[in-house]
């Protein structure tokens, strides 16, 4: 079964750090391009970070840019988003999500989500 | 606010057809054919329901129907089911310095 599994959220405190995981099962993980998405209490779907399959390309939000690192390791089928000076506004679910390819070799949407990790920032 | 720009709630009945848009600008929507719609129902994951434009994932009901013209995109739901109901957001690839953007997300009702 294809999955990706999140874990490392938690309560933090403004200023804090935090580093999340996307454990990946079930497809062969290093052919893909990964993304983390997240969604504030209450709110809509807000793209994170990109990462190519081989971690050479990296892309991130405006709102996350250079507070936030995505890294990936592909021996361990694994993703994640090291967060740092978290704000209250970075509260939110973090969702890891596979980028889906098309037939000329394009990323086209996001395919496969995980459950999501929640991660509150306040004092 | 929401890059893209969808309608907060939509409702119909049973065996009817809901259409929900999608409108973002020559950078987003307009000039790529990048479009995906998602299902979120209460507490789970979004799942993907249509994917370039008007392309539907394997184990997607036919229901489901996508289409653009211009800079909106729309997302169809025929023959409404009670399990239709639940939050819908559309997305779209960018030029900007963000690769991604979000629709703020459409609620459906079924009456």
């Known amino acids: 079964e294809v999955q990706l599994v999140e874990s490392g959220g938690g309560l933090v405190q403004p200023g804090g750090s935090l580093r999340l995981s996307c454990a990946a099962s079930?497809?062969?993980?290093?052919?893909?391009?990964m993304n983390w998405v997240r969604q504030a209490p209450g709110k809509g779907l807000e793209w994170v970070s990109y990462?190519?399959?081989?971690?050479?390309?990296?892309y991130y939000a405006d709102s996350v840019k250079g507070r936030f690192t995505i890294s990936r390791d592909n021996a361990k089928n694994s993703l994640y988003l090291q967060m740092n000076s978290l704000r209250a506004e970075d509260t939110a679910v973090y969702y890891c999500?596979?980028?889906?390819?098309?037939?000329?070799?394009?990323?086209?949407?996001?395919?496969?989500w995980g459950q999501g990790t929640m991660v509150t920032v306040s004092s | 606010q929401s890059a893209l720009t969808q309608p907060a709630s939509v409702s119909g009945s049973p065996g009817q057809s809901i259409t929900i848009s999608c409108t973002g600008t020559s950078s987003d929507v307009g000039g790529y054919n990048y479009v995906s719609w998602y299902q979120q129902h209460p507490g789970k994951a979004p799942k993907l329901m249509i994917y370039?434009?008007?392309n539907r994932p394997s184990g997607v009901s036919n229901r489901f129907s996508g289409s653009k013209s211009g800079n909106t995109a729309s997302l169809t739901i025929s023959g409404l089911q009670a399990e239709d109901e639940a939050d819908y957001y559309c997305?779209?690839?960018?030029?900007?310095?963000?690769?991604?953007?979000f629709g703020g997300g459409t609620k459906l009702t079924v009456l």
């Open positions: 999500a596979r980028s889906m390819i098309d037939d000329y070799g394009d990323d086209c949407a996001f395919d496969i």
């Open positions: 990462i190519s399959s081989s971690g050479s390309t990296i």
């Open positions: 079930g497809f062969t993980f290093s052919s893909y391009e």
């Open positions: 997305s779209s690839y960018t030029s900007s310095s963000t690769l991604w953007v």
């Open positions: 370039e434009v008007s």
